[in-house]
């Protein structure tokens, strides 16, 4: 099982930064592809941002050129900046990994967990 922790969500004016974390933690063995994802009221959960574990980069179209996803991977953790907040970036951002668990002998099925979630809301 592999954990996931979210920081550094809150509320923000709009043109304003904030910047996310997600730490992986338990039996991995190593990790695929970490991403954002968000989740608006009453909308789906949509892709935000993934970065391979050789940091080539996917963004949505929403949040090209204003928002920026790296990764630590000594550290397991994924990180996303925001930069000039709009109100409709509110939403709640759930972070993803997708890993081959150590607890698992090969053939080892590529697996996936999610965080809990944490709540961005930019205010107009």
């Known amino acids: 099982q592999v954990q996931l922790v979210e920081s550094g969500g809150g509320l923000v004016q709009a043109g304003g930064s904030l910047r996310l974390s997600c730490a992986a933690s338990?039996?991995?063995?190593?990790?695929?592809?970490m991403g954002w994802y968000r989740q608006a009221p009453g909308k789906q959960r949509e892709l935000v941002a993934t970065?391979?574990?050789?940091?080539?980069?996917n963004y949505a179209d929403s949040v090209k050129g204003r928002f920026t996803i790296s990764r630590d991977n000594a550290k397991n953790t994924v990180y996303l900046q925001m930069n000039s907040l709009k109100p409709e970036d509110t939403a709640v951002y759930y972070c993803n990994t997708q890993y081959y668990s150590s607890r698992i002998l090969p053939p080892r099925p590529l697996e996936e967990s999610w965080g809990q979630g944490t709540q961005v809301t930019v205010s107009s």
């Open positions: 970065v391979t574990s050789y940091a080539s980069t």
């Open positions: 338990g039996s991995i063995l190593s990790i695929n592809d």
